[in-house]
């Protein structure tokens, strides 16, 4: 396991992958400089619901899908997978290598947003202590939620050979999220919204999936991403290579 983590670290460390990983922060952090004031009243909620309207909404889900064609990019390329599946390793262990990288540089996404909401604040002079509970709350949660949308994304880009494919279905299924937050019917349970639904700060929301508790939002996250993990696990068990 650890040799097939530095495998996968060798291939992504000189790659565009943390370029990419930063624009979405960045581009929050500037919206946030030029539409926030410092004499509102709750600043730090206001660039957290720029943050989740824009990177989580938009931004995050299409991140994922990049993320998981870029770690399966070189296995589909001359034979990869039967290279790595003749050393001594097993398909559960390629797949959850490549599951823990995946959501790895989303951890980095969202460290990484953090330091910009920070930056912001100091920037703009937003008073009072940093609600450290409020932006971990947000920046944690948007990791969790994007377990499900890993899973089933990597699933994709497990099946389809082409790098264009899984990018274009995740493309096409990212753009309804803003109707779709909007149902407490449907909005707990899209994938692509489940990001945006973890870290917006709920307590001025009432309003379609947002009068879910946070409680119960988890635990659809959690068990959409057993049902897709295990789904895209035994897909690549029985995947000719």
């Known amino acids: 396991m650890i040799g097939m983590i530095r495998s996968e670290w060798i291939k992504l460390r000189r790659s565009v992958v943390w370029l990419l990983a930063a624009v979405s922060p960045l581009f929050v952090a500037v919206i946030g400089m030029v539409e926030l004031e410092k004499e509102a009243d709750f600043p730090w909620v206001a ?142 349970y899209y994938p692509w919204a489940q990001p945006m639904l973890a870290m917006m700060p709920r307590e001025d929301y009432g309003f379609g999936a947002f009068n879910l508790s946070m409680e119960t939002l988890f635990i659809v996250v959690l068990g959409s991403f057993c049902v897709f993990g295990l789904a895209g696990l035994i897909y690549f068990q029985k995947k000719s290579v």
Not at 50 to 63: D, K, N, V
Not at 64 to 70: D, E
Not at 109 to 115: A, F, G, I, N, Y
Not at 159 to 167: E, T, Y
């Open 47 to 188: 660039v957290l619901s720029i943050a989740s309207a824009l990177h989580a909404m938009l931004f995050l889900p299409l991140l994922v899908g990049i993320f998981t064609a870029l770690v399966c990019r070189y296995e589909h390329a001359s034979g990869g997978w039967k290279q790595m599946l003749s050393l001594p390793v097993s398909r559960t262990q390629v797949y959850a290598v490549k599951l823990g990288m995946v959501m790895l540089l989303i951890a980095v996404t969202q460290l990484l947003l953090l330091l910009f909401v920070l930056l912001l604040g100091f920037m703009k002079g937003f008073g009072g202590d940093i609600p450290w509970s409020l932006l971990m709350k947000s920046m944690l949660g948007g990791w969790v939620a994007c377990l499900p949308l890993a899973a089933l994304q990597l699933f994709v880009s497990i099946a389809f050979h082409s790098f264009a494919a899984p990018l274009a279905v995740n493309v096409i299924l990212t753009l309804p999220n803003m109707l779709i937050v909007n149902s407490s019917q449907y909005g707990p």
